[in-house]
């Protein structure tokens, strides 16, 4: 049976609700991860002080982590990936496309343009960078990574009513 295009909707309405509140969990620990290894937090130093490509890799792997599991298990929880290896491998590549979409404004703001600041940096990476990724990776996690099952095809044969097999039974 073919679903109406309002099913549909709220069906697609849903299901991107809960990629953008499990991106939100991830976004807060990018972000939040990125600028404390960056600029560092209060009393704690900047780790990566002058690597900020460096500081967002390793939070965007760390960030990787939390939205799979929020997507393997909410968001797209009645999916199924054939194997859980192939679904992995799958988000890997998919998020290191996205990593590297979300580098590229950091890469030119602060390695051409030479604005090295704390403002730029975020708007870069964590605004530009991040909104454009975000839309490849819900584009690629429903169609690559957590693609929709297609029941195998039933094959249905009809059968005709009148038997043209003749009865011995007489």
């Known amino acids: 049976m073919k679903e109406s295009f309002s099913a549909r909707m709220r069906r697609l309405a849903a299901e991107a609700f809960k990629f953008l509140t499990v991106g939100g969990l991830g976004y807060i620990v990018d972000v939040g991860l990125s600028n404390v290894l960056a600029w560092g937090l209060g009393p704690i130093p900047a ?86 990724a975000m839309i490849f990776r819900f584009y690629a996690y429903r169609t690559w990574v957590f693609k929709d099952a297609i029941p195998a095809a039933e094959v249905v044969v009809e059968m005709d009513e009148t038997s043209t097999v003749p009865d011995d039974r007489k």
């Open 47 to 132: 780790l990566l002080e002058g690597s900020p490509i460096k500081a967002k890799i390793i939070s965007t792997i760390i960030s990787m982590i939390v939205v799979w599991l929020g997507n393997k298990l909410w968001t797209y929880g009645d999916r199924t990936t054939d194997s859980n290896l192939r679904g992995i491998l799958l988000f890997v590549a998919v998020n290191l496309a996205g990593m590297i979409i979300t580098v590229i404004p950091l890469g030119v703001t602060w390695y051409l343009l030479d604005m090295r600041d704390q403002l730029t940096y975020n708007i870069s990476t964590n605004i530009i960078g991040i909104g454009l």
